[in-house]
């Protein structure tokens, strides 16, 4: 046989078997899940956990942890700590992702999981414990669980398929003795912090994004909790997300491991010595660390205060004005439904009816690198005052032929209609409602949409 | 005014918060005429330094919720926040809380 064609031959085996494995995965994550359900039923406490002996490691569990165990600050009695406790890790995505593969692999006893998403091809630059196999819907709750399987089985491992809200989040949180904040949104934050404080957990929170990440541990040993920190929720344009506004890869990875650092020094008492503090981490700065030392617990605090105004969880997506899948707002700017035109129609304009026109991409630079539709002309909606001039020759060379405007989603390109009907006068100005990622829906499913 | 009465303090932004400022500065001077508290500090950086977008920065003379003030690696509450008076030479930190993840 030709060396490339076993090469090939081989490839498309490993292809296949990584698909089998994660069926078989998702399989046992279903029925271990109905036995616990089962026991738990059928026994008054949740005896979830791997029989072992409390007060001594087994001879696997000294030969997997031995390099860990000559640390002072682990030592058998650290390992045994952590092999008798619980972590929950809300969110396995960047942040989620290395945190489990580390804490699973330094030897937590039981680590809970919960997403209610399913793995994307987008999330795997920064979402490793995610396998490319599973981007094409497995749900990350199971697709984590063969990652963290697959790096040691004596981690019993919880998942929670769901999206965690005021209904569900005390009794999932309840059993566990610390919390992982790898959340992505602000709404879910306050839920998990107000649950912690009230279940008395500790909670490990991290966020990442673009360039920056930020660490913390609230509800921990006089110190404050998040909403001691925040009270008020953030105006909702400054919350950034990582789908809109990108993220380096790293960087969550970077947070994610300091969080699972966090948890082993929490869970084996060597964090009472330390006073409140955040971490900040940036690509850019010299340091890329920076320590900042935080207030103590507030006495007026809504939720942790000595007289809390917050006793029972609520609508926290009200609270912030936005929730767990608010990440891309439809913006409505344009009124008449005359003024925009559907993807499929413009597909007609360049395709069947050839008419002349101009399309003008007003999304940033940046992004019109990544991909474009053919003989757009790009002017970002925020330069549109400083080169007022050229976009008014562009109107004038037009000679009444019209212009379509476009941007990702569809939202910039109806404020570019405004702009262009109202402060240069030209009538004969339609955006594409949804923008390029409309257009790789409903006319071309091979354009890169992002 | 004389020199004596005025103040420098060394201003940096982070957590996204640069993105608000005049050629995304992450670090400026500020020179305040003394005494000067972080309200002023604050008022001086929204009408100087942000680029357009101030209603994101900063409303009723203090910062917008979300973003923290870092006084000499400190968390302004540990001082006495908006009243904290400045010295020559201070450094305070303006960064926005990130929720990515
Ligand atoms: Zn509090």
Redesign the interface.
């Known amino acids: 046989m030709e060396r490339s064609e076993r090469i090939n031959l081989l490839r498309s085996r490993l292809a296949s078997l990584r698909a089998e494995e994660l069926k078989i995965e998702a399989e046992l994550c279903e029925l271990e899940e109905a036995q616990t359900t089962t026991e738990t039923e059928s026994t008054t406490t949740c005896s979830n956990a791997m029989p072992h002996n409390e007060s001594k490691l087994s001879s696997t569990e000294i030969r997997r942890y031995s390099r860990q165990l000559l640390i002072p600050e682990i030592g058998t009695k650290g390992q045994l700590c952590l092999r008798n406790s619980s972590a929950l890790i809300v969110?396995t995505?960047?942040?989620?992702s290395p945190c489990a593969m580390y804490l699973a692999a330094m030897g937590i006893g039981t680590l809970g999981l919960v997403d209610h998403d399913i793995v994307d091809y987008s999330n795997l630059h920064r979402q490793i414990i995610h396998s490319e196999a599973a981007a094409s819907g497995t749900p990350k709750v199971v697709s984590a669980h063969m990652g963290v399987s697959r790096l040691n089985p004596l981690c019993n491992v919880r998942l929670y398929n769901v999206l965690l809200d005021s209904t569900n989040a005390k009794d999932i949180m309840r059993n566990y003795d610390i919390v992982v904040d790898?959340?992505?949104?602000?709404a879910t934050?306050y839920l998990i912090n107000d649950a912690c404080v009230m279940l008395g957990i500790p909670l490990v929170s991290?966020?990442?994004?673009?360039l920056?990440?930020?660490l913390t541990v609230y509800n921990y040993n006089g110190g404050p909790c998040y909403r001691c920190?925040?009270?008020?929720?953030?105006?909702v344009?400054?919350?950034?997300?990582?789908s809109e506004?990108g993220?380096l890869g790293v960087v969550?990875g970077i947070?994610g491991c300091l969080q699972a650092m966090e948890v082993v020094k929490v869970l084996t008492h060597r964090k009472k010595n330390e006073t409140p503090s955040?971490l900040?981490f940036?690509y850019?700065?010299q340091p890329h660390f920076?320590?900042?030392?935080?207030?103590p617990r507030?006495p007026t605090c809504a939720v942790c205060g000595d007289s809390p105004s917050v006793t029972e969880l609520a609508d926290y997506v009200a609270f912030c004005g936005s929730g767990p899948n608010d990440n891309a707002p439809d913006w409505r700017v344009l009124d008449d439904p005359a003024q925009r035109v559907s993807c499929r129609e413009y597909s007609q304009v360049v395709g069947d009816l050839r008419k002349p026109h101009l399309l003008l991409d007003v999304r940033e630079e940046l992004q019109f690198d990544i991909c474009s539709l053919p003989n757009s002309v790009n002017i970002p909606m925020d330069q549109f005052d400083q080169r007022r001039d050229e976009l008014e020759r562009i109107l004038r060379d037009l000679n009444g032929a019209p212009i379509y405007t476009v941007c990702r989603r569809g939202n910039l390109s109806q404020l570019a209609v405004k702009y262009i009907r109202e402060k240069l006068s030209y009538d004969q100005c339609y955006d594409i409602a949804r923008g390029l990622i409309g257009w790789q829906q409903d006319v071309d499913p091979n354009f890169p949409a992002y | 005014m004389s020199e004596a009465e005025e103040i420098t303090v060394n201003v940096e932004f982070?957590?996204?918060m640069e993105r608000l400022m005049k050629d995304q500065a992450?670090s400026i001077q500020a020179k305040l005429p003394e005494p000067a508290t972080i309200r002023d500090l604050i008022i001086h950086v929204r009408d100087n330094v942000v680029e357009d977008?101030k209603?994101?920065f900063s409303k009723n003379d203090t910062v917008?919720?979300?973003?923290?003030v870092?006084i000499n690696?400190?968390?302004w509450?540990?001082e006495d926040s908006e009243d904290t008076v400045l010295s020559n030479k201070d450094t305070v930190?303006f960064?926005?809380?990130?929720?990515?993840?």
């Open positions: 969110g995505g960047g942040l989620g790898a959340t992505d949104n602000a934050r991290g966020s990442a994004v673009r920056d990440g930020q920190m925040f009270p008020t929720p953030p105006p344009d400054t919350m950034a997300n990582c506004t993220v969550p947070i955040m900040l940036s850019r700065s920076q320590h900042i030392k935080l207030r507030k | 982070s957590g996204g992450s977008k209603e994101l917008c919720p979300g973003i923290l870092i690696g400190s968390d509450e540990v930190l960064i926005s809380t990130l929720h990515g993840g």
